[in-house]
């Protein structure tokens, strides 16, 4: 399996634009993760999914952040318009459901650093 | 919710010396804990994980242990060697049925020097 997949790897945009993160999640997995890291924030999550249906997204930071996983193989994270202070690093990961496995830590993809000027 | 602290932020050993990083959590009902390990500019993997039936755990050079009564757990890494230099994450969950929610701790840059 290649792993969780994530594009683009990085994203220069300007302030007020529109961004989308994709991500592919390994396949048979049951939950997909948004997560943001900063120096100052350290990693934070933004979004989950179980079976494709968003579960807990208490941590997205306000409106301009949507996420949608039409399918279980396909999610994306979408900043409109984006905002310097959204920079950072945007992880997504994947994990089989809990009891599925003895092990469910999640797997993480490479990322987008996404920098807004 | 949970709540997860982690200390020291910052850690510089002698290659070679144990490097021992410790974290505590918030919420009793907690039962999986993962340490992940990030390397400068690359995305944080699994290490080793605990589960709260077990005390600690073992694998190579690193362990963990957990202590349920005070809520705390720790990563232990003998030997350590330049290739461990990186930020670590410990991380609490009360996984179940529906709920695979991981909260992360700030992160600890280890430094091994040669």
């Known amino acids: 399996d290649a792993g969780v997949i994530q594009s683009p790897r990085h994203e220069v945009t300007e302030m007020g634009q529109e961004v989308t993160l994709r991500c592919k999640p390994i396949?048979?997995?049951?939950?997909l993760f948004w997560y943001r890291q900063t120096m100052m924030r350290g990693l934070e999550l933004l979004i989950y999914?179980?079976?494709?249906?968003?579960?807990?997204d208490s941590g997205m930071p306000e409106d301009r952040f949507s996420a949608k996983m039409p399918n279980a193989s396909f999610s994306t994270l979408k900043i409109q318009p984006s905002e310097p202070r959204d920079s950072a690093v945007y992880f997504c990961?994947?994990?089989?459901?809990?009891?599925?496995?003895?092990?469910?830590?999640?797997?993480f993809g490479s990322g987008t650093r996404l920098t807004v000027v | 919710g949970e709540n997860v602290e982690q200390h020291p932020s910052t850690l510089s050993v002698q290659e070679g010396d144990s490097a021992v990083i410790k974290c505590t959590y918030s919420?009793?009902?907690?039962?999986?804990f993962p340490w992940y390990k990030q390397e400068l500019g690359k995305r944080p993997q699994l290490i080793i994980d605990i589960r709260s039936n077990v005390g600690e755990k073992k694998d190579q050079r690193i362990a963990v242990t957990l202590n349920k009564t005070a809520k705390h757990f720790s990563l232990h890494i003998t030997e350590t060697q330049p290739e461990d230099s990186a930020v670590y994450f410990c991380?609490?969950?009360?996984?179940?049925?529906?709920?695979?929610?991981?909260?992360f701790g700030s992160g600890t840059k280890l430094n091994v020097k040669p």
């Open positions: 991380a609490a969950s009360k996984v179940k049925d529906n709920f695979n929610k991981f909260y």
């Open positions: 919420d009793s009902a907690s039962n999986y």
């Open positions: 990961a994947s994990s089989f459901a809990p009891l599925r496995r003895p092990r469910y830590g999640y797997t």
């Open positions: 999914f179980n079976n494709n249906v968003p579960i807990d």
């Open positions: 396949s048979g997995h049951d939950y």
